[in-house]
């Protein structure tokens, strides 16, 4: 069995959440097994260069249990974006669509310095509305986005479109 | 200077949040600094026997941070506690006082093997009321707590006391 074969068994489809009709992939299976859960983290630090980046933006709240462990390992800093509110500095703020009105996140004005490589992380890309949000505050605050790394995307929706021309990497499509 | 002075370096204080005649100690600037939270890392990791405990538990949000990046490490599951309606199969839920109204916490119910030994990991140990939720969380799902750790004690609230006999391990006491 391949390394991701491990990580795909890991994956739980739980039905009917967050709403009726929808089959959501619960990866705490994957975070429960300690080897499938740094096998995400290999996968993603191979892929990227250590020398083509400055810092994670993980995004809240399950980028956080990939970015972090990402950027400790990698010895990047680590930056959260997070829900409104929720930063206790001044922040930039970037409103994006909901399927039924709009949510917003936020980031430190002061979480970048101008011209800082930055990878996003996440753990799903789905129709990639937080993570072009995402894209956003990094500009806002000086930096560029230099790829957006996912354990898993659901291709039928057009998240990687909407990311471009951000680079969108998934270790699991579906 | 010595390791843990660094971290208290990058801690900053922002006044009025998260309301008017509050301190906020902020990590996003240990955390934006790869030498100061591999050093939070390091110090947690030491302070226990990676053979005295199976799983972390990191409580939400930025227990994931901390908590996630340790597992990582240290190889031991990572179990997340989430705010409630977030975690989408079965869950338990126990409630706890904030200071006006109350608020819950949740954990899955398969989160964890009958009597698999948890160490429990936030970034602020306050009042204690979270923590002492996602003790009687672990207990519910058949879990032992063998401790639980902060990057930051607020001494003059009584969190410590209020975990007992759970051990409160800080790296930084205010």
């Known amino acids: 069995m391949s390394a991701i074969d491990l990580v795909k068994q890991r994956v739980r489809d739980v039905p009917d959440f967050p709403k009726p009709g929808i089959m959501f992939k619960d990866i705490t299976p994957v975070l429960a097994d300690p080897s499938a859960f740094n096998i995400c983290l290999d996968l993603m630090a191979e892929r990227y260069d250590t020398s083509s980046f400055d810092a994670i933006v993980g995004i809240e709240s399950r980028g956080f249990i990939f970015g972090a462990a990402l950027a400790s390992r990698m010895r990047k800093a680590f930056v959260p974006a ?19 009105g709009k949510d917003a ?24 509305g937080t993570a072009a949000a995402t894209i956003e505050l990094v500009k806002k605050v000086g930096g560029e986005v230099i790829g957006a790394a ?5 291709t039928f929706l057009p998240g990687r479109e909407r990311l471009k021309p951000v680079d969108a990497f998934a270790l699991i499509q579906y």
Do not use: C, N, Q, S
């Open 105 to 128: 996140i936020e980031i430190h004005r002061d979480a970048l310095k101008k011209g800082e490589r930055v990878l996003i992380v996440d753990d799903l890309l789905a129709t990639g």
């Open 150 to 154: 996912f354990v898993i995307e659901l």
């Open 82 to 100: 997070r829900k409104p509110g929720k930063l206790p500095a001044a922040t930039h703020r970037v409103e994006y669509a909901l399927e039924y």
